[in-house]
């Protein structure tokens, strides 16, 4: 009886660390939005004075097809480690570029990014106070 008690008590344990250490690993996992419109892909990295933003909130607009008819909008957090990706967007927009909009605490980023030039890519949005007077 004694060692089927240890056993349990071991494998308990075991499961329980296991358990203690997902959270940490969770919050350096990738958020991955998909706008299920394409095959084109934009890994972000959002920073403010050099250092990764947690928790930033990161949109984008998009108007493609025919005249820009269909219309997707995107919004997604970043993790820990500041990033974020977004897969399934169109190669073909209706203006040029895609801008993402980034922010958090009165700090704010954008981006252009022109999937038709490079479908897959990786950039950074700089996070900074708005200068006086803008809004």
Known sequence: ?????????????????????????DAHKIPVIDGAAGSCSLDLTVTADSKPVYAASVKVHIAYGFGGFHKLDLEAATNVDGKVKFVGLPAKV??????????????????????????????????????????
Not at 94 to 101: D, K
Not at 118 to 126: G, Y
């Open 1 to 25: 009886m004694n060692r089927i008690t240890l056993l349990f008590c071991l494998s308990l344990a075991s499961t329980l660390g296991a358990a203690q250490a997902t959270p940490a690993n």
């Open 94 to 135: 209706r203006r040029q570029s895609l801008e993402f909009r980034a922010s958090k605490d009165g700090l704010s980023g954008t981006l252009d990014y022109d999937p038709g030039t490079r479908c897959q890519a990786t950039e950074e949005i700089r996070l900074a106070a708005a200068p006086a007077g803008t809004k």
